[in-house]
């Protein structure tokens, strides 16, 4: 529902913010009114000039099953926005600025492109050793300054069958298939480089976390350890290395170890996301069931005198829709969004 904006630290909160303009160059002052089937995927500040920004905004089409991709810069810090680029059906979703030259970024949808000028002129990147779009589901790009100039794309294949490590060590030389690793859906696929060892590769296959390590002259795909919460959409190394962090349906996770186990970060979040509840009472007892986003379904008992409960889960999955008889309180009924 639109880009928000705090200039006291996050304590409070405006927006959305920004005039919106098509690519005709014309004003839509309804951009973010609902339904707009928009969300702004990823939102990039220039480090040389704040007052720059990039922005990458998909607009979904349920009729068509599509989603168009578009790229706008604010030059006024986020006061208009124009549309620097758009590809119909390009399945925007990764935006990576190159840490080495602060002017050159990427955009990984259908295919990867390239702006060496922060966003006022784009080139695709496909003719120059990836696949074509029609094989591709999304995108991932990553750099790390621990190689400057080396350039990672991992494409998810439009089958779900792999995910596949392509590599440009520099874009004169173009890219080159190093490594294959297990398939994921494109909603839930995430790359990133370890900010010390430039081979030392994490990505998100199915639920988990995997690595792509290279032996020799060779590169393998390890299965990187339990753990960590299903549906991973997001890998961030810790810029001083060491770390990596996970975003997930279940919230935050950090590793230390290369990915072999993760801390749980998300204690005092309150994040689950209740697709549905459920409630009933006898006598003093009340009876709550929460359907879940991927986090199971959840019951909570409790007096309605003390107002206490514990919490428990009964079953695992998309929690969805539950229900309570109100006849018979102890009768549920639990369902499951796959």
Partial sequence: RGIYASVDAGKSWSG???????????????????????????????????????AIIQANSYQRRKT????????????????????PDGCFKDLEIDP???KRVFVGGRTVYLSNDFGKSWRSLQRSG????????????????ASPGRVYVLVNARDGKTND???????RDGFRKVASGA?????????????????????SAGNKVNRFEKAGSAWRSVFAGNGLHDDVHDLTPDPRGGKVFASTDG???????????????????????YWGLAAASRGDSLFILGGTQDAGTQVFLGSMTSGEFRCSTIRGGDGMKPWISAVQPDTWITTDGN
Avoid: H
Avoid at 130 to 145: F, G, Q, Y
Avoid at 251 to 273: F, H, I, M, P
């Fill in 130 to 145: 990836l696949p074509p779009d029609s094989m591709v589901a999304r995108c991932e790009v990553a750099l790390t300054p």
């Fill in 16 to 54: 959305p913010i920004g005039k919106w303009y098509d690519t005709a160059g014309t004003w839509m002052p309804g951009f973010w009114d609902f339904p707009s089937y928009k969300i702004c995927r990823r939102l990039l500040i220039s480090p040389s000039c704040p007052r720059q920004m990039l």
């Fill in 251 to 273: 919230g935050l996770a950090c590793s230390v170890d290369s990915g072999k186990t993760w801390q749980l970060l998300y204690r005092g979040l309150n994040v689950t996301e």
């Fill in 68 to 87: 168009d991709g578009y790229v706008f810069r604010s030059q006024d810090g986020g006061l208009t926005w124009r549309v620097v680029l758009y590809v």
């Fill in 165 to 171: 490590l392509y590599l440009a060590n520099s874009l």
């Fill in 183 to 203: 398939g994921s859906p494109p909603w839930r696929t995430a790359l990133a480089v370890d900010s010390r060892n430039p081979d030392l590769i994490y990505y």
């Fill in 100 to 102: 080495d030259q602060s």
